[in-house]
């Protein structure tokens, strides 16, 4: 009769068999590399975080801060005003100053030709030396100093009763001394004023280096002046006397020298391009070295006169009388010498 296992060992066989199940290896699935995530998963998108909210810090609007800025405001207004009210008072001085040194160049004006018109002779002095001093101080004055002057000049100069020719002849001082005070002008403020001394008698004047640009001069007397150095372009000099002057290196361009009487005078190195010497004395004169191209001579008086050197470059001479005219190595290239007396 066979053994019946009893109930202990039928549970101990049930405990073999789970153990033997449980040590049983099975196959282990590979690691997957960090960071790897298995294919068909999507990455999470991480949930965004909120932002912190920054506090803003409001300025101060405390009655004390608005008080402090009232006050700082106000003292730049006050700064500002004292600024213009300042400018505005230098401005009124300048003007004042402006208006005080007008009204004294009208009082020395006015007193300076009130001088000129006495008898006394250191007084008419004064009065002239007192226009020049006004010219270099109001420019905007000068023209009509110069047109006092000019007549001043014109009033005073009289040729005198003796004979003519005298020696020694000279301006009286005070005539002499208003021609100064024309010469030590600055031309460019005359404005449209010229000088104008027509008819003037002016024999033995010292001009040397006087600035008489578009001059008026028709008719003056400078015979034996001197006007070396002269500046005298586009001055009128129609009928002038102008004999034995010194007009060595002055500058005629363009004058007017028609029926001049130029007799013995001192032309050496003078420019008198384009000048107009029609019927012009020029008996004996010294030309030596002058510069007459394009001067226009017809009818002109050069007998016996001294023209060595000189430039006659297109000069026009019909009718001009050279006798015994001296013309060594002058240049007569294109020179009209229609009817002239050789």
Do not use: C
């Amino acid at each position: 009769m066979a053994a019946i296992p009893s109930r202990r060992s039928g549970r101990a066989a049930r405990l073999r068999r789970v153990a033997r199940r449980r040590t049983r290896t099975a196959p282990r699935r590979a690691s997957a590399p960090i960071g790897s995530r298995p294919a068909g998963r999507r990455r999470r998108t991480p949930e965004p975080t909120p932002s912190t909210p920054q506090t803003v810090v409001a300025a101060p609007t405390d009655g004390w801060t608005r008080l402090q800025q009232a006050a700082g405001t106000l003292a730049a207004l006050g700064t500002l005003a004292v600024i213009v009210f300042t400018w505005l008072s230098l401005q009124q001085v300048d003007n004042e100053h402006a208006l005080t040194r007008e009204g004294q160049v009208t009082d020395r004006y006015n007193n300076a030709v009130g001088n000129i018109g006495e008898d006394a002779l250191e007084v008419r002095l004064g009065g002239i030396y007192a226009l020049q001093r006004i010219m270099e101080d109001s420019p905007r004055d000068q023209p009509s100093i110069v047109n006092v002057l000019s007549t001043y000049i014109r009033n005073h100069a009289k040729k005198p009763k003796q004979a003519a020719g005298a020696a020694n002849q000279e301006p009286a001082s005070d005539v002499q001394a208003a021609l100064t005070a024309l010469d030590s002008r600055d031309r460019a403020h005359d404005g449209t004023e010229n000088v104008n001394l027509t008819h003037a008698y002016l024999a033995g004047a010292h001009l040397e280096g006087a600035d008489l640009t578009d001059a008026k001069l028709a008719g003056a007397d400078l015979t034996d002046a001197n006007l070396n150095f002269a500046d005298l372009t586009n001055a009128n000099l129609e009928g002038a006397h102008l004999t034995r002057a010194y007009l060595a290196d002055a500058n005629l361009t363009d004058a007017n020298l028609e029926g001049a009487h130029l007799t013995e005078t001192n032309l050496s190195e003078a420019s008198l391009t384009a000048a107009s010497l029609t019927d012009a004395n020029l008996t004996d004169a010294n030309l030596d070295f002058a510069d007459l191209a394009g001067a226009y001579l017809p009818g002109a008086n050069l007998e016996g006169a001294y023209l060595e050197g000189a430039d006659l470059t297109d000069a026009d001479l019909p009718g001009a009388d050279l006798t015994d005219a001296d013309l060594t190595d002058a240049d007569l290239t294109g020179t009209d010498l229609t009817g002239a007396k050789w």
